[in-house]
């Protein structure tokens, strides 16, 4: 069974960084793509990020320039590292299992992510 786990989320300042991690296991990670999501004050999930099995990176244009997201397969992880951070982008942050750009149904529970003045 596949399971995805979140992590690295906190309480930071204005202006400051995070690095989230999305570790996976009970799946052959490298065959999957890995989508950072964000979750909207509507409860929707906005796509933050997604980095595919062969590397590939893109962003929400918003999000250019601030965040990066990469991966390290022989650790079954994906990571999104966040720069200058505002306080409209602390909010609770998933990470998916994708194949082909397409959502699965491997999601983790999300970590929290704070940004305060």
Do not use: H
């Amino acid at each position: 069974q596949v399971q995805v786990v979140e992590s690295g989320g906190g309480l930071v300042q204005i202006g400051g960084s995070l690095r989230l991690s999305c570790t996976a296991s009970g799946s052959s990670f490298s065959k999957y793509g890995v989508g950072w999501y964000r979750q909207r004050p509507d409860n929707q999930r906005e796509l933050v990020a997604d980095i595919t099995a062969t590397g590939k990176t893109t962003y929400r244009d918003s999000l250019k320039g601030r965040f990066t997201i990469s991966r390290d397969n022989a650790k079954s992880t994906a990571y999104l590292q966040m720069n200058s951070l505002k306080p409209e982008d602390g909010t609770r942050y998933f990470c998916n299992l994708d194949e082909d750009g397409l959502p699965t149904d491997y999601w983790g529970q999300g970590t929290q992510v704070t940004v305060s003045s």
